[in-house]
């Protein structure tokens, strides 16, 4: 799962990092992003796509990945701002504030300033990423950064929709996740729409 990072250390990038999202899809909640460098060459028993994995698995290498990485972000972009910036550009919001904590660590500061920092983007689109970057398709099942990034958005993104299910009862938060399921589309006709509910989601619900 080096291939790519391996290519990059060898054009001359000091330092290599993997993004990805969690939470593009859902009715509610805010997306997430999470942001990971790792030593070159780390091998992390059972990394792979979060979507892969069992919550239990995820939790254990949230924490192995917290405790190995060389340095790591996980932001996100608000349920308001997804509306004021329509869901794609929450996300570039998200990943590049993601990105942007990595700056704490003083040499990846200095590779970005030296312009030998490369982000490595999951998916097919990295117009509104302000670093230099590349996209990966399916990169959370075939790169070890993005899928260590993958990894650390969705278990914070699944932390939080925890905390709004004990905010607001009766949706179903904890199981759904904010996704359209036919328990939450009834939640949403029997309860109404919570302020964390993405109105431009809803418009198609009958």
Do not use: Q
Not at 37 to 63: M, N
Not at 120 to 149: C, F, H, Q
Request: aromatic share 8%; no cysteine.
């Amino acid at each position: 799962m080096w291939e790519m990072e391996d290519s990059a250390y060898r054009e001359g990038f000091a330092v290599v990092a993997g993004a990805d999202e969690a939470g593009r899809g859902p009715l509610a909640g805010d997306v997430y992003a999470a942001a990971v460098v790792l030593p070159r060459g780390t091998v992390i028993a059972g990394l792979d796509d979060s979507k892969r994995l069992a919550a239990r698995t995820r939790e254990r290498l949230f924490r192995d990945i917290s405790e190995r990485a060389e340095a790591y972000g996980v932001a996100s972009a608000s349920v308001r701002e997804i509306e004021e910036r329509n869901i794609l550009g929450a996300t570039y919001l998200a990943m590049n504030r993601a990105l942007g904590a990595l700056l704490s660590a003083p040499e990846i500061a200095k590779a970005v300033s030296d312009g030998r920092f490369l982000a490595l983007i999951d998916g097919n689109r990295n117009a509104g990423i302000e670093y230099r970057s590349r996209t990966v398709v399916k990169g959370d099942s075939r790169l070890a950064s993005i899928a260590a990034a993958s990894i650390l958005a969705k278990v914070s993104r699944d932390r939080y929709m925890d905390a709004l299910a004990a905010r607001y009862p009766g949706y179903g938060f904890e199981r759904n996740r904010g996704y359209g399921t036919a328990e939450h589309y009834a939640a949403l006709r029997e309860l109404g729409a919570t302020p964390e509910h993405r109105k431009l989601f809803l418009r198609k619900m009958h």
